[in-house]
């Protein structure tokens, strides 16, 4: 199969032939899939990025954090959030570790708590936009407000996708117990968590910079 075949398979669900059966897609065939889909969201956070390290500049532009009265000067909230999501891409691990080692119900346990991990990580995130709004950080008020809302949505929202990956493969290997589709899933979405713990800390570590690092940032990058 070309290249290009690969990137416009979707791993996700079957393919049907000619004949009109089902065949079980390559599991080599489903990593590009998933390299090429990492790739666009890389781009896609890009361009995000640029453009709030450019709005940063602008004298409008008020930083969530760097003094006391900021909401984000105290990042223990955020830590605790990054701690959830970190567990949950060693609990992925665990599960692929299992799998390989045939022990498939050590397996589907590990992969469940990762999954409640990610599930409590959403409503985490969820609750700290509920504290910025109770101490009037709106979306409208500040771009810095704006930019920090749509970045850990956009980033929840890809979260919310691979649990329902996660959710999918436990519904599959209760009803079917396919070991070998079981952990292709697991390996692929071990791969995509630690991406998004990746994408995830990078996104902490710059909404919750001060005015004074946005600035050096935008020096380095040639917008000072």
Known sequence: MSLVKQLRTKPWLPVTDQGGEQRVIPQGEKRVALRFFLLMVTVFFSLFLVTFLSRSQYPDFQALAGQPWQPLTDRSQLWFNSAMLLCASIFLEMSKSRVRQQRLNHSVFWLALA??????????????????????????????NSFYYLLTGLHGLHLLGGMVVIAAALLHVARHADAQAFETSVSLCATYWHYLLGLWLLLFALLSSSAETFRTIAVICGYG
């Open 115 to 144: 999954l409640l991990m990610s599930i409590q990580f959403l409503f985490a995130q969820v609750s700290i936009w509920q504290q910025l709004n109770q101490l009037g950080f709106y979306s409208a008020a500040n771009p810095a």
